[in-house]
């Protein structure tokens, strides 16, 4: 069955970058859309970035808007989220999600996606 395995979270301080990795195993990573969500402790799940099958859209929240990338390379079945600047209001544990039913949608809408990762947390400090 199709697994999904994020890395990449921890501790930095406000201002500076993380890249989160999240990579598939189980199905051909070409036919998934991919997207990144986040829970803050208090909070419920909210939409991060989107990246459709191909590569050629993404979508962001507002809040990551400028500062997040996310992209895809199926040569290694794997889609990043490069962060940076970094601010205290990003700390959540990151998930990365993965549908195959979408076609060339982008989708942010967290019901979406049948497959999900176990999560990597990120801590931004003040």
């Known amino acids: 069955q199709v697994q999904l395995v994020e890395s990449g979270g921890g501790l930095v301080q406000a201002g500076l970058s993380l890249s989160l990795s999240c990579v598939l195993s189980?199905?051909?990573?070409?036919?998934?859309?991919v997207g990144w969500f986040r829970q803050a402790p208090g909070k419920g799940r909210e939409f991060v970035a989107a990246?459709?099958?191909?590569?050629?859209?993404?979508r962001y929240a507002e809040s990551v808007k400028g500062r997040f990338t996310i992209s895809r390379e199926d040569a290694k079945n794997t889609a990043y989220l490069q962060m940076n600047g970094l601010e205290p209001g990003d700390t959540a544990v990151y998930y990365c999600?993965?549908?195959?039913?979408?076609?060339?949608?982008?989708?942010?809408?967290?019901?979406?996606?049948?497959?999900w990762g176990q999560g990597t947390q990120v801590t931004v400090s003040s």
């Open positions: 990246i459709n099958r191909s590569g050629a859209s993404t």
């Open positions: 999600a993965a549908a195959d039913y979408v076609g060339t949608v982008v989708a942010t809408i967290d019901t979406l996606y049948p497959h």
């Open positions: 189980g199905g051909a990573f070409s036919r998934f859309a």
